[in-house]
């Protein structure tokens, strides 16, 4: 993995707050990134930036935590489905999902939510956690364009998972 710079700041006339980016091909070198898989491109704020930090700081998990935006089709509360990318399944989830699975899934994002959801790979490599989603999303009060972060454990008998919605 190649690195670049450790941030780039994003700021506008409309905003004098820097930002981090961060994404698939956007590398940084800061001290949270190698215990970080970022699913897509996210500006961090920096309040999202010292969430995270603390957040990795406190803990750093033997599955790297993935770090998105989340967008329309996650957030549906009919339809839901949260997607992770193929290189994140592949390398770190792949072993977990030889069928599909139900798995607890916990968040302290205002309110607690706990629930059991289903994640599975899906022929086109990615996993994807339907049954039970929108719980989540309802629970967590997880809106378009927020910043998550999935905590995969490697519970005692079963794969794990906790989100966490950065500060805004």
Known sequence: MAAGPSYINLSDSKSDEETWLRGPTIYGMEFFDKHCHFGNEVKLTKANLDHLKSQVNDYKPQIP??????????????????TFNKEYTEE???NYLTVPTIIPITSNTNAWV???????????????????????????EIKDGDICMFCFYDGTRELGCFVTRLSN
């Open 114 to 140: 706990g629930t059991r959801v289903r994640i599975n790979k899906v022929a086109t490599g990615h996993a994807v956690i339907t049954t039970n989603w929108p719980d989540v999303v309802m629970g967590a």
């Open 65 to 82: 935590y993935y770090v998105c935006k989340m967008g329309k089709t996650t957030n549906n509360l009919t339809r839901g489905k949260m």
């Open 92 to 94: 770190h989830l792949k």
